[in-house]
C-alpha cells in the first residue's frame, strides 16, 4: 500500500474551504497511485477551535460538512481529523476525532484518547477522551490509528510520563500493524528534532512503522510546522514532508521507500521561517492585506520589518519612522536605508511639536514634579498613537517590534511601542533577534537589508539623552541566560545564580521585574510562539501575585 502524507493548511471554522483543500489533495493522491491518504489532527474544522466547539452549531456544521466531503472524495480512503458529537450522558460533548472516510461513508473514527493539559493546550477543557484504541483492516494492512499526543506518552523514551494511559502500547496489544497518527503539533525551537527523535524511537521499539501527518501553517499566535514523516519497523526515516509548508508526499511502507523532502539546516533557519509562515498567515486569516512597521532604525523593528516584507510582499508594507528629540540622526538614516533596501513605503511624522503640547498640557498637572519616566512614555505613546491612526485609515495590522527579553522585564510601553495587532518576535530573546537579523542578511541576493550600524550600536529607546538599554538591564546574553533558566525551566533563583554563577541579588531583581511586568503582558498582543514557553495562554500567573521565589 502506497500511503500519501496530506501536510495543509487549514483555517478555524472555514468548513468550506478546508473541504475543499482535503479534495483537492485527495485527488493528487489518488492520481499518484496512493490507497489511502492522511489529513491532521482536526483538518476539517481547523485547529485549535478552542470555546467553539462549546457552541452546538459549530460541532453540528463540522459533521454535516464531514458526510458531504465523504460523498464527494475521489475514489481514495481518507483518514481525516474532525469534531464529534461524544454521545456521553457524562463529560464532556465533544470528540477530537480521526474519520476514515471510504466509498462515500464514514467506516470507522476513532477518539483521541489523550488530551494534553499543559503549555498552550487545554484539551480537557473541551473534548471527552476515547475509549479505546481501533484498528483497522485495509488491503490486508492492519492499521492502527492515533491521535496528536496519543504517541507522547511513550515509557520507553519519555523519563516521566503525564499519562496513566499509553494509547500506542494499548494498538499494538489490539493488533496494529502499522501506527498513523494524524497531528496538530506547534513548532518551538528543537520540536522537529524532537519529534523525530521519539517517533523513530517508537518504529524501533515496537518493531513497527509509523506514519504521522502534521497540520502545517499560523493560527493566531501558534505555528505549525507540518514536517510530517514516516519511518520503518527498523526506525529509519523513509519519507518527509518540507517544514513550514503545505506539500503531499508518499511513502510505501511494506518497501520501505518515500519521498524525501529537504528539512531546515538549522534551528535558526527554523524559527525564521516559523516567523514568516505566522505572520503571513495571521495577516491574511484575519482578513487583512497589509502591515505597518514602526522603525526606530534599531535592530529589533529592522528585523520585523525585514520579516513583514517576505512574509507578505515589499509593498504590502509600511515603514514609519517617528523620530523624537532624543533620535540620533544616524537612527532616521538607518531606518530609511533599511527601508530602501527592502522596497518598503517609507513615512517620516516627526513627534517633536506633538511632544511638546503633550508637555504644555500637562503641565499644571505636573507642577513641583521632576521629569521621570513619564516624559519618555509619552513618546512611546504619541508613536503608538501614530502607528494605529494609520492603521485605521489604511486598514492596514500593526505589527509590534518589542522582543522577549524587553517584555519579560516590562521595558516596554503600555499602549505605545506594545500598540499593535500582533507581535512578531515577542517570543524572540534579543540574544537570537541578533542570530536571526544576521541570518536574513545573510540570505539576501543582494544589498543585506539590515544596516550594519544595527547590529554595532548599542540598543536604546532613544528617550531621554544618551540613553541605552544597558542603563537599566544587565547585558543581554546574561539576562537572557536568566530568563531562559526561569522562564521556560522554572529555576528557583539559587539554582539559576549556582548555574550561571551571577550574583542571587541580579537574578532576583530580575525575577522580581518579570513578576511586576505580568499586567503588562497580559495586555500585549498575541505573540507568534517559537520557544517552549511563550508568554500569552502557554504560561498563566496571577497578575495581583505577592508570591516571591
Known amino acids: 500500500m502506497k500511503i500519501a502524507l496530506a501536510q495543509i493548511n487549514t483555517t478555524v471554522g472555514d468548513f468550506g474551504g478546508n473541504a475543499e483543500k482535503i479534495i483537492a489533495f485527495a485527488g493528487r493522491a489518488r492520481d499518484r497511485g496512493a490507497g489511502l491518504v492522511i489529513f491532521p489532527e482536526l483538518a476539517l474544522c481547523g485547529y485549535p477551535p478552542r470555546d467553539l466547539v462549546e457552541r452546538a ?17 475521489p475514489p481514495i480512503p481518507a483518514l481525516v481529523g474532525t469534531v464529534k458529537r461524544s454521545g456521553a450522558s457524562q463529560g464532556k460533548t465533544v470528540m477530537d ?29 473541551y473534548f471527552e477522551p476515547g475509549f479505546g484504541p481501533v484498528v483497522y483492516t485495509l488491503d ?43 497531528a496538530a503539533s506547534p513548532f518551538m525551537r528543537g520540536k522537529i528534532r524532537l519529534r523525530y527523535d521519539m517517533l523513530r524511537a517508537i518504529a524501533w521499539e515496537r518493531s513497527m512503522p509509523v506514519v504521522y501527518v502534521n497540520l502545517v501553517g499560523g493560527n493566531d499566535g501558534l505555528v505549525f510546522d507540518g514536517s510530517s514523516c514516516a519511518f520503518d519497523a527498523g526506525g529509519n526515516l523513509i519519507a518527509r514532508a518540507v517544514s513550514f509548508e503545505e506539500d503531499l508526499i508518499l511513502c ?48 529589533d523593528s529592522s528585523l520585523v520589518a525585514v520579516l513583514a516584507a517576505r512574509a507578505l510582499g515589499p509593498k504590502q508594507v509600511h515603514g514609519v519612522a517617528m523620530p523624537g528629540p532624543y533620535s540620533s540622526p544616524a537612527s532616521l538614516r538607518d531606518a530609511e536605508a533599511l527601508a530602501r533596501n527592502l522596497g518598503i513605503h517609507f513615512h517620516v511624522v516627526p513627534i517633536g511639536q506633538m511632544f511638546e503640547s503633550y508637555l504644555a498640557a500637562l503641565a499644571p498637572l505636573f507642577a513641583g514634579l521632576p521629569p521621570d519616566v513619564t516624559e519618555e512614555n509619552v513618546q512611546a505613546r504619541i508613536r503608538g498613537n501614530i502607528l494605529m491612526a494609520l492603521s485605521n485609515k489604511l ?85 537572557d541566560a536568566i530568563l531562559q533558566a526561569y522562564i521556560e525551566e522554572n529555576l528557583r533563583v539559587r539554582e539559576i545564580a549556582a548555574r550561571l554563577s551571577l550574583d542571587p541579588q541580579l537574578v532576583r531583581d530580575t525575577v522580581r521585574r518579570v513578576t511586576a511586568a505580568e499586567y503588562k503582558r497580559q495586555q500585549a498582543a498575541p505573540a507568534l510562539k517559537v520557544t517552549a514557553k511563550a508568554f500569552g495562554i502557554g504560561r498563566r500567573f496571577p497578575i495581583a501575585n505577592k508570591f516571591e521565589d
Request: glycine fraction near 8%; charged fraction near 25%.
Open 57 to 73: 452549531s459549530f460541532v453540528e456544521s463540522c459533521e454535516c460538512e464531514l458526510k458531504r466531503l465523504a460523498e464527494r472524495l
Open 395 to 479: 486598514g492596514a495590522l500593526v505589527l509590534s517590534t518589542g522582543n522577549k527579553s524587553e517584555l519579560a522585564v516590562g521595558y516596554c510601553t503600555l499602549y505605545g511601542d506594545m500598540a499593535g495587532g500582533l507581535a512578531v518576535i515577542a517570543d524572540v530573546p534579543k540574544t537570537m533577534v541578533y542570530e536571526l537579523a544576521r541570518y536574513l542578511n545573510a540570505q539576501a541576493d543582494q544589498t543585506p537589508p539590515i544596516p550594519v550600524a544595527c547590529f554595532d550600536k548599542p540598543p536604546s529607546a532613544e528617550l531621554r539623552p544618551n540613553q541605552t538599554d544597558q542603563d537599566t538591564l544587565p547585558p543581554y546574553d546574561v539576562l
Open 97 to 125: 476525532a480521526a474519520a476514515l472516510l471510504m466509498g462515500g461513508s464514514i467506516v470507522v473514527d476513532y477518539a483521541k484518547i489523550l488530551l494534553p493539559f499543559y503549555d498552550v493546550f487545554d484539551e480537557s477543557r
Open 252 to 299: 510505501d511502507v511494506p518497501g520501505g521507500s518515500g519521498e524525501l523532502h529537504d528539512a531546515p539546516a538549522s534551528e535558526v533557519e527554523a524559527v525564521c521561517r516559523a516567523l514568516l509562515l505566522g505572520t503571513k498567515d495571521y495577516v491574511a486569516k484575519c482578513g487583512f492585506r497589509q502591515a505597518i512597521v514602526g522603525l526606530s532604525g534599531g535592530i
Open 140 to 182: 490486508g494492512e492492519r492499521l492502527g490509528l492515533t491521535v496528536c499526543e496519543d504517541v507522547w506518552n511513550d515509557k520507553n523514551f519519555w523519563k516521566r510520563q503525564l499519562y496513566s494511559r499509553d494509547p500506542v502500547e494499548e494498538t499494538v496489544r489490539a493488533g496494529a500493524a502499522l501506527i498513523l497518527n494524524i
